[in-house]
């Protein structure tokens, strides 16, 4: 593949996916300085990996698989130099209004708590619950991860189960 088709494919999926790969980079990254390094990093990544596409899985397919390889690489890496954190209240500013300022703050509390949820979960089930909120199917979530579309099923089951029981023992010491 020459560097024209390269960056062709590029354009395309940066301009079809490019809000999912903000989400996907928001999902694994609460810091917005950091988020912005990452959501770069996933670009150049993408663009250097349809040097190998052949088409054998969707364009979706590829660009979820290298944004969600990119994120984990990040996480891993970012783990080994910080503990954990908290939302940055940056990250829960960026959240969108609402009319009623009580619902608004209500909303914007449990999305961070959930948020919160995710980030630690291990890289591999978070990947999974990302997809799923990405409303990716099994089969698909299954090219993916390397995941029969059975095992995803379960998976997207317990960690469903588990998140709400975490966040319903949240509220409860609240």
Known sequence: MDASQQDERYAAAAAELGGAIERLARAYEAEVDVRGDLIQDIHVALWRSFAAFDGRCSLRTWVYRVAHNTAASHVQKRRRFRPERWASLDAIEALPDTDDPETAVGERRALSRLMSLIHQLAPPDRQVLLLYLEDLDAAAMGEITGLSPGAVATKIHRLK?????????GRAKA
């Not at 189960?161 to 023992?169: I, N, Q, S, T, V």
């Open 161 to 169: 189960a588990l998140l709400a029981r975490r966040f319903a023992e």
